[in-house]
T-cell receptor
Framework: DADVTQTPRNRITKTGKRIMLECSQT?????MYWYRQDPGLGLRLIYY???????NKGEISDGYSVSRQAQAKFSLSLESAIPNQTALYFC??????????FGSGTRLTVV | QQQVKQSPQSLIVQKGGISIINCAYE??????FPWYQQFPGKGPALLIA?????SEKKEGRFTISFNKSAKQFSLHIMDSQPGDSATYFC????????FGTGTRLQVFP
């Protein structure tokens, strides 16, 4: 099993719909992150969590929300999806040595 | 505001050549500078990283050169191979990683 698992891998949704992207990890790390990847823009931080009770906004949090259900689970929600949220979304965890482990990503298309 | 600026956006190198990707940063509080490699359909994976107290770190064919006074760091890939064809991201961190915009490297036989 992968250390960081994201579901779904691909999703097409309609404008205005609510959608949740899920992330689970088996590494036992406290720190988890959600990034968005767009061509030419790199990876931009949406939200991050340093433990179950800690949630922080990243540089592009508008239109998104998160839930840290347990140490191993960190979900990203789009309350009302819009087309410019079409992107590749990555979840990551961070270990003690600063290294990040990324999931394989969720490709989201909003039509 | 792009805190970590990366260039070039794309790079084409002949097999056996040297690939060089450059990054510059603004925030002097950054204390960790990793490079990530990403293949299509995969998440980024840590390739090599450096801290600002050293000027160079080498792991196999991959070297980071770090210039603290200029606030710049670069990745050198020696003897580039077709299997190195991927997108490379530099990043910088205090308590969270800030990524550059990425460089798509293509190595031709």
């Amino acid at each position: 099993d992968a250390d960081v698992t994201q579901t779904p891998r691909n999703r097409i949704t309609k404008t205005g719909k609510r959608i949740m992207l899920e992330c689970s990890q088996t590494k036992g790390h406290d720190r988890m992150y959600w990034y968005r990847q767009d061509p030419g823009l790199g990876l931009r931080l949406i939200y991050y969590s340093f433990d179950v009770k800690d949630i922080n906004k990243g540089e592009i949090s508008d239109g998104y929300s998160v839930s840290r259900q347990a140490q191993a689970k960190f979900s990203l929600s789009l309350e009302s999806a819009i087309p410019n949220q079409t992107a590749l979304y990555f979840c990551a965890t961070q270990g003690e040595n600063y290294g990040y482990t990324f999931g394989s990503g969720t490709r989201l298309t909003v039509v | 505001q792009q805190q970590v600026k990366q260039s070039p956006q794309s790079l084409i190198v002949q097999k056996g050549g040297i690939s060089i990707i450059n990054c510059a940063y603004e925030n002097t509080a950054f204390d960790y500078f990793p490079w990530y490699q990403q293949f299509p359909g995969k998440g980024p994976a840590l390739l090599i990283a450096i801290r600002p107290d050293v000027s160079e770190k080498k792991e196999g064919r991959f070297t980071i050169s770090f210039n603290k006074s200029a606030k710049q760091f670069s990745l050198h890939i020696m003897d580039s191979q077709p299997g190195d064809s991927a997108t490379y991201f530099c990043a910088a961190s205090t308590d969270k990683l800030i990524f550059g915009t990425g460089t798509r490297l293509q190595v031709f036989p």
